[in-house]
């Protein structure tokens, strides 16, 4: 016998909206009798189920689907403004947001100046961006209903703080995720900058159609977002991909490379500056104009840029030891160069025998704030199984 629209529990109504509304977001386009046969429910219940998202704003008719006997059916899709996503990628000195739809697609963005006047500025001037950012897309503020932050330092899931915060001064120990869900009122996701690159890479770059990858981010420092599985790989404290630390071109326990870590006084961008003039190269020159004087013929910019080619391709030797990743994507500044690409690409082969695919990242700069969207699509899809569709996002 069918059960009626009546006799489905509450909790079970939840648990069916909650099923339809991931499954529009997946697949975009979602038929009544397709799910009601998927979820093992009777065509007139999910036909409720269908009502009550439809009138509450969160899905509307889209199109047709041919049925048996030349029959049709109506098909939904979710409408894409009905909860709003924030994301943010934070840098030492800029910061660059955004607020999307739910398909992840951004509606309104924004770069500023990162401020340097400690936390509450911090948290302020994230807060007001979203708010701002809203405005321009012409979205109610109580519509933004997730948010996600790439931070430039580790975030410790478990006391909730930051650690590892080289470039922004007062951060260290800051609960930047508690601060900010206390002001806008959703929640937040924070993780590393770099994690959240590799995960805007998962998603729209190259680590698309590929489980196990990690995206290494080189410029002014070095660091490593880690996807294992399709997860993002954060380790006990949240500072897996740390390769700054890895005991690689100097000595480890040489007490002047605590700070920054021993490879990246090897390979970060002050480092190839200084490996370039103390060689007798010519002074004062940025490292993309290193790289350009190799690319011209320049020797001793030849010979720097391979050394810095050959300490990363050992760095990825141990990398690829411990996590076994498919792919290699390089970005920042100076890991989206071709010039070094092809350097490590040639060396790869010299320390280990069956070297992991190179490539260099697509999305550029975009990659962590792709990234951020994307975590915070996945946090509603979480907060889907918290609380009933009907009480997100209606202020």
Not at 44 to 64: I, K, N
Not at 125 to 151: H, K, M, N, P, Y
Not at 206 to 228: H, K, Y
């Amino acid at each position: 016998m069918e059960q009626t629209d009546i006799s489905a529990p509450l909790s079970q109504r939840f648990t069916l909206q909650r099923n339809v509304l991931l499954s529009a977001i997946e697949n975009r386009e979602v038929s009544r009798a397709e799910l009601a046969r998927a979820c093992g429910v009777s065509k007139q219940t999910m036909s409720e189920v269908f009502r009550e998202l439809e009138e509450d704003g969160w899905l509307a008719v889209s199109g047709q689907t041919s049925g048996s006997v030349g029959r049709s059916a109506a098909t939904y899709s979710v409408v894409p403004d009905r909860a709003i996503l924030f994301g943010a990628d934070i840098g030492g000195t800029k910061i660059h947001a955004a607020i999307a739809d739910i398909n992840g697609e951004v509606l309104a963005e924004e770069e500023m100046p990162t401020t340097q006047n400690g936390r509450q500025a911090i948290v302020d001037q994230i807060s007001d961006a979203c708010l701002r950012l809203a405005e321009q897309a012409d979205v109610a503020s109580g519509r933004v209903v997730s948010g996600a932050i790439g931070f430039p330092g580790a975030f410790n899931p478990q006391t909730r703080a930051l650690f590892m915060v080289p470039n922004i001064a007062g951060m260290e120990g800051f609960a930047l995720a508690d601060a900010l869900e206390a002001r806008l009122g959703f929640p937040v996701r924070i993780d590393n900058d770099v994690n959240m690159a590799a995960k805007g890479e998962m998603w729209r770059g190259e680590g698309r159609d590929t489980p196990s990858f990690v995206f290494i981010a080189l410029g002014t420092g070095i660091g490593m977002g880690i996807i294992n599985d399709g997860r993002i790989l954060t380790g006990a404290r949240g500072a897996a991909g740390e390769i700054s630390t890895l005991p690689i071109g100097g000595d480890p326990f040489d007490t002047r490379n605590f700070h920054a870590g021993t490879l990246e006084t090897s390979v970060g961008s002050f480092a190839i500056r200084g490996r370039y003039e103390g060689a007798g190269g010519r002074p004062g020159l940025s490292v993309r104009e290193i790289v350009d004087a190799a690319a011209d013929g320049d020797a001793i910019a030849v010979a720097t840029l391979t050394d810095v080619a050959r300490q990363i391709a050992v760095a990825i030797a141990a990398i690829s030891a411990v996590v076994d990743p498919q792919r290699i994507v390089l970005g920042g500044s100076i890991g989206a160069r071709t010039e070094l690409l092809q350097r490590i690409r040639a060396v790869l082969p010299l320390c280990m025998t069956a070297p992991p695919e190179c490539t260099v990242s697509t999305l550029g700069p975009r990659a962590g704030l792709l990234g951020a969207i994307s975590q915070s699509q996945d946090q509603f899809r979480d907060l889907l199984a918290l609380q009933e569709p009907a009480r997100i996002g209606r202020n």
